[in-house]
């Protein structure tokens, strides 16, 4: 085999693709160390091929182990490219390897956010559940927004965010070995995507968006999608998207949209986007909400402003605004950004202008004001009334009958008033409240208890029943829910007026000891840990024999 400088090399492949215009030419050339080309014979490969690139202290042993599927071994990739000793190849060395040899296999997406109402239709089985957040969705899998949305990550890091009213389909889910390089393929049957893929350096790696008229292959860029009966819009706003009707595609950079028509015709526009509003400065961490966005005035007077979550890529506000300006309302502790582009005539959004913002909001203690402390009221459901301090704040009335508050017996719904009811009335008693307010959804501040008495009594205690065995008595009555212990008085007169005993018992029976001939009389009444009683329950009469 006769080897040959490099120049002369390309200058060679260079006289055979003059000389052969037909033959088609692989799109890249890697000469790794080692590698020969001879002049006798040379057909130009047009084999599908990744163009690997070795790290620090990687051997092509390893690549072929990782990558490789099990028909094919490190000797076979040596022999591919050419090289006849592996130990001439270092960090930074390319080795070609044709895709069809690479292991395959199905590598599930994730949800990592979801909002409103979305379902998940099974690909093997068709059944329909409700999509949840780290869900997992395989090949065949068909998400469908009603008036939720969703943000779905890929293996290798793409995001794909579904806005409400759409149905998007995962017809393939593919990562080649251990190289994180995936093969996406994605078909939207209606409604909009944003996505953000992962760029690619090597080749082999795809991402592609099919619809009913048209079709988006990109390498990594950021666009958004739309589908419907008319046809399919496309805007980019990072990089390159190969777009327009099968087979027909063109290339569409970013700052440009496209349309497809769903008529025959299959009518490929091209226009450029609106150029990206200019936000006024604007603080990057809100400690108080509304805060008030405005943007310098432009000849288009509506925009799209978009606020997802940074973590979570949680799709949180999506709405139309005209003017230049917009408060942002209620929003949890967390980071945020916003996304505000405007409109063109079609409705079709220009480039964004991206803001982060940052949420912090401290919740303050509230000022109760009634009722006092310690007072009395002959509601039962009380109204409880107190100011609130902070901004953008929410609160509630928590009722326990300790001051730990370890079993609540009542509460009010969140709101951001300053007065509630009780959820539920409360029995006669002593008891506790205060007010909780909550800021930013993860900012909590309370007050101190304050002691409230519900005036009333204890329902009377009823005997119902009395056993006599031997010279014993034993009596038993109806359990009073609330109260704690029962006072239990004898006398041997209807009145009560002469009193022979009297105990305060913690159950709800008593044993006693009757001389026989004699009768007696017994009543009871139920004690609470509070100032409440019940008034005396009927006598009843005792005699023994």
Known sequence: MTEYPVPFLFKALLVLALLAPGLPVSAELSLTRGSAITTANTT?????EWFY???????????????????????RLLQYNAIDNAAMLGEGDRIRIPLSWLKRQPNPARVTSVSGNVQLISGIDGRKKTLTEETLIRVGDEVLSAAGAATIALADGSEVRLSPSSRLIFNRLTQYGKAGMVDTRLRLNRGEVHTRVKPVIEGGARFEIETPSAVAAVRGTAFSLQTGPEGTRLQVTEGVVDFGAPNRTHQIPAGYS???ASDSSNKLNIRKMPAAPVINPFPPMLRQLPAQMTWKPGPIPNYRLDIFETESGRWVESREVGGNRFDI???????????????????MAGMPAIVPIEVDLQARTASLLAPEDGGTVNDDMPEFRWTLKGENEV??????????????????EWAPGTSALPSRPLSPGQ????????????????????????????????????NYIDSQVRVFWEKVDTASSYRLQLAEEPGFNDIIKEATLPDTTAALRLIPGRRYFVRLKALSDGPLQSRWGPGRELYLE
Request: glycine share 6%.
């Open 44 to 48: 130009i490969q047009t084999v599908p």
């Open 329 to 347: 309302s209620r929003l949890d502790n967390g980071q945020y950004v916003v996304h505000l582009a405007a409109l063109d005539q079609q409705g």
């Open 431 to 466: 008891y506790y409240w205060r007010v909780v307010t909550e800021a930013g959804g993860n900012s909590v501040a309370t007050t101190q208890p304050r002691k409230l008495i519900v005036n009333g009594s204890l329902p009377p205690v009823r005997i119902i029943s009395i």
């Open 395 to 412: 609160a509630r009335v928590e009722v326990a009958e300790d001051e730990t508050f370890r079993n609540l017996v009542a509460t009010s």
């Open 53 to 75: 690139t070795l790290k620090s202290g990687e051997s092509v042993s390893e690549v072929a182990s990782n990558l490789l599927a099990d028909s094919h071994n490190t000797g």
């Open 258 to 260: 496209a349309t497809v």
